[in-house]
């Protein structure tokens, strides 16, 4: 049984955030969880100072009022697709307009309940800038499965690949997707083995998963050099796995953000769908 009881999905009225939309209502499906859409706004009010063009009362209250309707428009415009996705799956669901005050307010990602968050990438253009799915991880500390826009399969988690590396972020990133492996109708665990002899072999995690009836198969690959995110990438594609899990920064963030890193090239460019814990 699914551990999954509420599922949240940031989008907007876009056609990337009706995609999104779609592919969080088949998750919720397939989890009986509660799905939460959520949309992203900054409150008219905090505006104003960017329009520095008005002048006076007046000028300052006509710009606070076009944005203010523009918003709504918005807001309603997600809202009717969400409602569309839910209600044809006849979906226990609900819909949140979040009014922040200034672009940089978190105190709703702070405050989010919920046991998976599932964002596009690149995030909806009409979500507030800083809502990208790195961003809703770090803030909220919920896992989130990242979906590119670029994605055309028609369902994600059928055949769920495992990046391994023995970590404490790889081990956290498993068991925050127990649900997801349980779901799966394949599950490969992919170990990369450098030629220096680190390597983190997958038989241990092998004998967890099937202590939790999750019947799994290890990937052992031989790679003298290159990028572990390419290398990951490229054993997706190989074995047509439609999901990827990973445990996010299991270096330390300050140097992933500086020199790259596996987390932050496979935010950028990763194939397929993306499960992030940490």
Not at 75 to 81: Q, S, W
């Amino acid at each position: 049984m699914s551990s999954w009881r509420d599922v949240a999905v940031f989008l907007d009225g876009s056609p990337a955030g009706e995609r999104i939309a779609g592919h969080a209502a088949e998750i919720a499906t397939r989890h009986a969880a509660h799905l939460i859409g959520m949309f992203g706004a900054v409150h008219p009010r905090s505006a104003a100072p960017a329009e520095s063009f008005a002048r006076g009362a007046e000028g300052i209250n006509q710009v606070l009022e076009r944005h203010r309707r523009e918003t709504e428009v918005k807001a309603v415009t997600a809202g009717r697709a969400f409602a569309a996705v839910t209600e044809a799956r006849a979906l226990s669901s609900e819909f949140r307009v979040v009014w922040r005050d200034s672009v940089d307010d978190d105190a709703a990602l702070h405050a989010l309940h919920c046991d998976l968050v599932i964002c596009s990438r690149p995030k909806p253009v009409d979500l507030p800038q800083g809502w990208t799915g790195e961003h809703v991880l770090l803030a909220s500390g919920v896992p989130v499965l990242l979906v590119p826009d670029t994605w055309t399969g028609s369902s994600i988690g059928d055949h769920v690949a495992v990046a391994w590396n023995g970590s404490r972020e790889a081990r956290r990133a498993v068991a925050d997707a127990l649900p997801f492996l349980s779901a799966a109708q394949s599950v490969t665990i992919i170990s990369i083995e450098r030629h220096n002899g680190r390597s983190a072999p997958g038989e241990e995690l092998l004998q967890h998963l099937e202590r939790h009836e999750i019947t799994a198969q290890v990937r052992t690959v031989q790679a003298a050099d290159g990028p572990t995110s390419q290398i990951l990438a490229d054993q997706v594609g190989e074995i047509g796995a439609d999901c990827l899990v990973i445990g996010a920064y299991s270096r330390p963030r300050s140097a992933e953000i500086l020199f790259g890193g596996t987390t932050r090239n496979l935010l950028a460019r990763c194939p397929v769908p993306l499960f992030l814990s940490r």
